[in-house]
């Protein structure tokens, strides 16, 4: 059973358009939650993080935005940029520092 | 500083050979993890090391075995390689928080 789910396998989104993935969660007992960018034949690289205690958190123009009663997050990038096409794994924690738990991951195309 | 690295990058076995994966990192970091990828699962959790000399099982630990004899190495070892292990391995680190800090990744092919 998928503790993180990201339903959408790819989303294609207009250069300077606004992108939005999103992740669902079935474990209450998460409470660290992250996003991670992945380049082909690269490691992932950390993007963007937001603990249970928010609800948003900006960094430039990426922004995750948290819904602890529905169990869903998603990551806003505004504007999308050609770089920006990769593939986007969310992440939960149940712990501070412990293991992560990942979804399938979404690939992004922002088509110039 | 390098980072998060691997070794190798690439490997074919046979079904029933064994092999070792290396990973380092130059970052002091007490956590370290290895993970799998396979198409449309996303990363798993093999085994984690929370310091020098401990090690755990994360969610898919059959078939592999994992040493922390240095704080700063993390060997991840396949006895007798199946195809089911066909997959690309990554390794990472971390202090002791949420953010981890991940390697290029071992392709490896099993026939």
């Known amino acids: 059973d998928q503790q993180v789910k990201q339903n959408s396998p790819s989303l294609s989104v207009q250069e300077g358009r606004i992108s939005i993935l999103n992740c669902d969660y079935t474990?209450?007992?998460?409470?660290?939650f992250l996003w991670y960018k992945k380049y082909p034949a690269e490691g992932p690289t950390f993007l963007i993080s937001?603990?249970?205690?928010?609800d948003k958190n900006e960094d430039g123009r990426f922004t995750v935005f948290l819904n602890k009663s529905a169990k869903h997050l998603s990551l806003h990038i505004v504007p999308s940029q050609p770089g920006d096409s990769a593939v986007y794994f969310c992440?939960?924690?149940?712990?501070?520092?412990?293991?992560?738990?990942f979804g399938a991951g979404t690939i992004l195309r922002v088509k110039s | 500083n390098a980072g998060v690295t691997q070794t190798p990058k690439f490997r074919v076995l046979k079904t029933g050979q064994s092999m070792t994966l290396l990973c380092a990192q130059d970052?002091?970091?007490?956590?370290m993890y290895w993970y799998r990828q396979d198409p449309g699962m996303g990363l798993r959790l093999i085994h984690y090391?929370?310091?020098?000399?401990?090690?755990a099982k994360g969610e898919v630990p059959d078939g592999y075995n994992v040493s922390r004899l240095k704080k700063q190495n993390f060997l991840l070892g396949l006895e007798s390689a199946a195809p089911s292990q066909t997959s690309v391995y990554f390794c990472?680190?971390?202090?002791?928080?949420?953010?981890?800090?991940f390697g290029p990744g071992t392709r490896l092919t099993v026939t």
């Open positions: 474990n209450s007992m998460f409470d660290y």
């Open positions: 992440a939960a924690s149940e712990e501070y520092g412990n293991k992560l738990v």
């Open positions: 090391s929370v310091g020098e000399g401990t090690t």
């Open positions: 990472a680190s971390s202090y002791p928080s949420p953010e981890q800090y």
């Open positions: 970052m002091n970091h007490e956590y």
């Open positions: 937001i603990s249970s205690i928010k």
